[in-house]
């Protein structure tokens, strides 16, 4: 019987092979969900998201609730965005947005919010400080008087920070507002880099904030940074990450900057001759990894690394992890409550997308519908996969003999053409597997997307959608 990887402490928990990752990485799915947002269809609406929630109810409503909180504002442009937003000014703009988005927050709250206890809440943007004191703390206030929320103890209740936007005051009124866990976004903090991708971000603010932010007691500070942005060099990423491990935060994000200017347009401000090459992100990818786990941090899946002791790196060795459309999360059974212009809900066995245009979005409320736009039931078999995706994306491995306890199925029967791929996988040294365990290795972990992909019965089905929406970004 093989060891889960879990059970080998001496083993390194990531290792960077760069022919490995020449030879493999190639364009795959994040899997914040399984079945993926570009599988949504557009015949899923009200309905049927209350046909789920009416399901929900009928087993009783076990689950906690997660409430996500979409604000899609922003002063400035950042050339390498990819996310829904829209860049204003014109402060009367989130007034009218609030209007609507309370409405929204009303309709839920009658279907969901006495169901159970939120545990975990999420505001995500955009920007979500473009909103002022005042205007987050009314929000706040109407989420709490339509649904329940855990004490400061128990819940995680975090939100996406753009530094530029607030103030060291600013940040104490958001902790004394409820949140317990922030995000900064850096990027880099090297001057070229920031002028090209057009945010110019003193090192001194971000840092300001953080120490904001610890003198506040928020219990988990995140910083997000990008490598494979404009003018960055090996050089520029390593003192960039001295600085970011100095300032010590509980958890790190580094993302791979994906070059789609014909999805987004805001892209193609950036200059495709300063971009550095393939080898040259490879080895900003190595120098990272080399970096933050000999700083001592644990590398969680994907683009995470957080601390030992930090609540993501307990809950992965607990086998308590979770991935949605936030990222990693703590919450594994939570249903998802998303409100908020292009948000994505999780409800029973579904995906729910709202209108992802403010015009259409309000068009939806003034009907007094939910804005639901698109999303997709999940059949038995869409459930199956979706479990084993979360098992590999969350913790390295896969229990067999569970997996066929609680479906009815042969493992070996059932994923019989799936088996030939993880063969040749194992073969490259990506994983083990035998009647017992599938287990990633170190050198496979960083190539968990192509792994996950041998399980996506969606991903090379022959469907009517329009060609970009099946682009994803590279796995490495």
Partial sequence: MAVPA???????????D???????????????????????????GMGDYLQAVNQVRALGARNPLSLYVHIPFCDKLCYYCACNKVITKNRSKAEVYLTYLKREIDMQGK?????NIVTQLHFGGGTPTYLSDEQMGDLLAHLRSRFRFANDDDGEFSIEIDPRTVSPERVHTLRNQGFNRISFGVQDFDADVQKAVNRIQPEEVTLAVMDAARAAGFRSISIDLIYGLPRQTVMTMEQTLAKVIAANPDRISVYNYAHMPVLFK??????EDELPNAETKLDMLSLCIRRLTAAGYVYIGMDHFAKPDDDLAVAQRQGRLHRNF????????????SVGVSAISAVGSTYSQNEKTLDAYYERIEQGELPIARGTKLNVDDLLRRVIIQMLMCNFELSIRSLELAYPISFAVYFVKELEQLRAMEADGLLSIDNDWLTVSPKGRLLIRNICMVFDAHLNKKQEVKPERLRYSKTI
Avoid: W
Wanted: glycine content about 4%; aromatic content about 10%.
């Fill in 326 to 337: 936030q990222g990693y999360s703590t919450h594994a059974d939570a249903e998802m409550v």
């Fill in 18 to 44: 760069a022919a490995l990752i020449r030879k493999l990485s190639k364009q795959g799915p994040r899997y914040t969900s399984y079945p993926t947002a570009d599988r949504f269809a557009e015949n899923f």
């Fill in 6 to 16: 879990a059970a080998s402490s001496h083993v390194p928990t990531v290792q960077f």
């Fill in 266 to 271: 805001p892209q193609r401000r950036i200059s």
């Fill in 111 to 115: 279907l969901m919010g006495d169901m």
